[in-house]
């Protein structure tokens, strides 16, 4: 579902079948970098918390408003379910 | 584990728009500590919101301004203009600078009267005066204003009870090239209203003509709109000296010099666009010094600077109190100071700054006071990076009319501090009680529970 994506190391995003193009922060980046190969929307969390000293809930929450982001913005299908906040 | 810091994930969609050649907008920065005092400090000690006015800023501003004006004309007197901040720290800080008061109602009159400004040094503006503060201000020497007939006769009337001639000013207004024009205060100049005014006042013999005024307008770009009100002034006094014979001693070109604000409706920012004060200077200086006075009758050029003297000392920090998206992808915060502390942000892009930056990327948001109202927008578009509740904004410049404008609406009205020439932390209002609110009610005794 993200084959239309290219996303380059400094966040800058182009998506070939709208041709619109964004920028991602290094984080932002790192997560739509991890969707892109494959890792579920529910590990993202554990991925922010493993690369920066960040608590469970905040990873969370970031990732949750982040996904409804991309959702917003037509990147991921809306029935892609958020994280839940914990 | 990274060692670079974390920021929150974010992703802007570029919006490729008209072109703009200033670019998007101000590269971020941000403002810990105002004279070296550092903001987060100041709320943890007096809360969320918090005006916080500089002393050093207001006194180097009143100084800079004056400055202008000594340097171009040997005749000059400032006189704060009440309503654009009566706090009294304020007050007494131009009064301590050398500035007489600038006063539009019999309660600005009183609270100049109680900061020890003398009546001789109160000039006494404004379209209704009533009838016992007319009688003080012109049996105390105030320098009165008349704003119409109705007044000019009401002045007569008191200088007949006084049983000696009371010198007055009289307050004009004139096409000076401003848009809109201001013609609702004073007698017209353009239509002959203003000589006729005059001419009747010397012929009632119970009144002289000691000033003329005219106030140009508000946050006035242009500073030659002040030289061809000061040209037409200097040259109405020329003429009523030639024709009764009786020198006008003083001339009042009002206030209105834009501070650094940004008007919302404005392409570049305030800080680039807004006139040196030196320019108003040298257009009144310049018309007033080539208008043919002779050298021992020229007039005193009174100015009732306001806004252009205390707006930049003035901040207000605040607190993030929620992060939000809006129905068209839109990025919102809600602070918690609103517009009815803020009345000027429906004028005026005003700068929203983080105290401090954490990094992340900038992006368009909406400012949103704390008040159940639509209208409660503090900023509709400013670029901001990612915030946390609790995060706090500087919101500035706000020194002239929010103070004196606010309003008791839905929440309290916030402390406010001044920041002295030494670092000191005085708090000069305090924040708001239910009972300051209360206190002036009465409840009727049917409606008492017992």
Request: aromatic residues 8%.
């Amino acid at each position: 579902m993200f084959d239309n994506l290219a996303l380059s190391d400094n966040g800058f995003l182009f998506d070939t079948r709208t041709g619109s193009t964004y920028s991602l922060s290094s984080t932002g980046t790192l997560l739509l970098r991890s969707l892109i190969a494959g890792a579920a929307p529910d590990g993202l969390p554990a991925v922010l918390v493993d690369e920066f000293e960040l608590d469970g809930r905040t990873a969370a929450q970031d990732v949750e408003q982040f996904l409804l982001r991309l959702r917003d913005l037509r990147l991921v299908a809306s029935d892609t379910p958020p994280t839940e906040a914990v | 584990m990274s060692h670079m810091p974390y920021v929150k994930p974010t992703i802007i969609q570029h919006i490729n728009s008209l072109a703009n050649k200033h670019g998007r907008g101000p590269s971020r920065h941000s403002l810990e500590r105002i004279d070296g005092v550092s903001l987060t400090e100041l709320l943890e000690r007096f809360g969320s919101p918090l005006f916080v006015f500089s002393e050093r800023r207001l006194r180097q501003r009143v100084r800079e301004v004056r400055r202008a004006f000594d340097l171009r004309y040997p005749k000059v007197q400032f006189a704060w203009s009440y309503k654009t901040n009566y706090l009294d720290a304020i007050c007494m800080v131009m009064h301590d600078e050398g500035a007489w008061a600038e006063v539009v109602s019999e309660v600005e009159y009183e609270l100049a009267l109680r900061n020890g400004v003398p009546p001789t040094q109160i000039l006494f503006n404004g379209p209704y005066k009533p009838l016992p503060a007319l009688k003080n201000a012109l049996a105390d020497g105030s320098k009165v204003h008349l704003d119409h007939y109705d007044e000019l006769y009401a002045a007569e009337q008191i200088a007949r009870e006084l049983g000696r001639k009371v010198p007055v000013t009289l307050r004009l207004n004139m096409d000076t090239g401003v848009h809109p024009r201001w013609d609702r205060f004073g007698f017209n100049l353009d239509n002959g209203e203003a000589l006729s005014a005059i001419r009747r006042l010397h012929a009632g013999g119970h009144l002289e003509l000691e000033g003329l005024h005219c106030h140009v307008g508000t946050f006035i770009l242009d500073p030659q709109a002040y030289g061809r009100a000061a040209a037409r002034l200097a040259q109405l006094a020329i003429d009523v000296r030639r024709e009764t014979g009786v020198p006008v001693r003083t001339l009042d070109l009002g206030g209105g010099f834009a501070s650094r604000a940004t008007l919302h409706a404005q392409y570049a920012p305030g800080t680039d666009s807004t006139p040196p004060v030196d320019d108003y200077a040298e257009a009144i200086a310049d018309a007033l010094l080539s208008a043919g006075f002779p050298p021992d009758e020229l007039p005193t050029l009174l100015l009732e600077t306001g806004r252009s003297m205390v707006d930049e000392s003035g901040s207000l920090i605040t607190r993030v109190v929620a992060n939000k998206r809006l129905a068209n992808g839109a990025r919102s915060v809600v602070i918690d100071a609103g517009v009815n502390v803020l009345f000027t942000s429906f004028w005026y892009r005003h700068d929203v700054l983080p105290v401090v930056d954490r990094g992340g990327m900038l992006e368009d948001t909406v400012v949103y006071g704390p008040l159940c109202m639509n209208i409660d927008v503090v900023r509709p578009s400013v670029l901001l990076p990612p915030l946390e509740i609790g995060d706090a904004l500087v919101v500035r410049p706000v020194g002239a009319y929010n103070v004196t404008q606010s309003m008791q609406f839905i929440r309290l009205r916030p402390a406010m501090i001044m920041i002295g020439r030494d670092g000191e932390v005085d708090l000069i209002r305090r924040a708001e009680e239910l009972d300051d609110v209360k206190r002036a009610e009465h409840l009727p005794a049917r409606f008492r529970k017992s």
